[in-house]
């Protein structure tokens, strides 16, 4: 394979990514008003929310099949584009049958982008023989900045979903389809043919399970960001309603700058060693988060806390691909699963404890899951020194 096509299809992944954080940012950032639109109850909002994950998950274990049969860039290619459609139909309805339908088109699209688009960044990784799988998930956050910043626009003006929607859809729209014709897959490498465990097409679950729960526990702690950093700032640390926007730009901001950095990182030091010290500082946010006399000292608790999660994600997904070389489509959309597991369990979780103990209590529980990780952290160095670990062997192509 050559350099330019590597080069090309690297490109145009994390095009992919950042389209896709703008997609999302889009129709999170605007759950209210979605829930106006359509008249839905706060009773029944959760159950709306909750179908989006439960959803994306039941995809993605269906597109492990699909991918066995047509490869993860044509899933990409159309996942993408109806992921954007749906989100252009969730500001067109008016009731409240065509929100569920649009929402759940969403949920299921979402899972198969995901996946497949996770499978192509692992395969690339290989093909490099470093890391760069950080770089396209920063795509994301930036994307996903983006995303938050259009929607701040669409909701100071008042305008509707759809007249916010549509611009948008429109642009993205033939940029992905587009650049989806220089999608690549890497290909199993070298580093496939000395593999161990994971040789061939099976995928042990015992060996995946450390991923998955890492990967659960990541996406409670930011899930817990993403649904909780506005309410506890303003009510239980009195910051105003202004202010308790900050906790996630800043959030967004540092996961951004971490991933953008973290390869550096990974070819540095290795993966274990990032991942672990990721973890460190993302429970030490959530602990200063707890512990955070004003809404200061909130706001850099969850500064931290974006520095420390960012790497984590990402290192998840190519650590399943260097467990399973021979596999890694099918650990990939495995453990994308637990992706949406942690977002289904984050929420509720924190929600519960707060009701029932405190706020400040509940931020010490996804402090200690992500603090697990450190137990975990060997999973992620295991074939470190193969590729992109501090040890870097020889690569069998040179690209930029």
Known sequence: MTDARLRRGRGSLAVSFFVQGVTFALLVTRIPAIQDRYGISDGLLPAFLAAVP?????ASVITEKVVARVGPAVVLRWAQPFVLLALLAVGMGDALWQAALA?????LAVGALDASMNMLGVSLQRAYGRSIMLGFHASYSLGGIAGASLAWVGAHWHLSLFVSYLPVVAVLLPVAFVG???????GAGPVAEEAGEGKGSGVAFKLLLPLCLVMTFAYIGDSTVSNWSAKYLQDVLGSSEELATVPYNAYMVTTLLGRAVGDFGVRRFGAETVVRAGAVLAALGFACVAVSPGAW?????FTVLGLGLSVIVPQTFAAAGRLFPGASDAAVARLNVFNYVGFLVGSPLVGALGDAWSYRGAMLVPMVLVLVTVVYATSFGARAARYGGGHERPRTVDVG
């Open 54 to 58: 439960i959803l994306a998950g039941v």
């Open 103 to 107: 929402l759940g088109l969403f949920g």
């Open 180 to 186: 989806s014709r220089w999608y690549v897959a890497g």
């Open 297 to 301: 000292a909130g706001i850099a608790g």
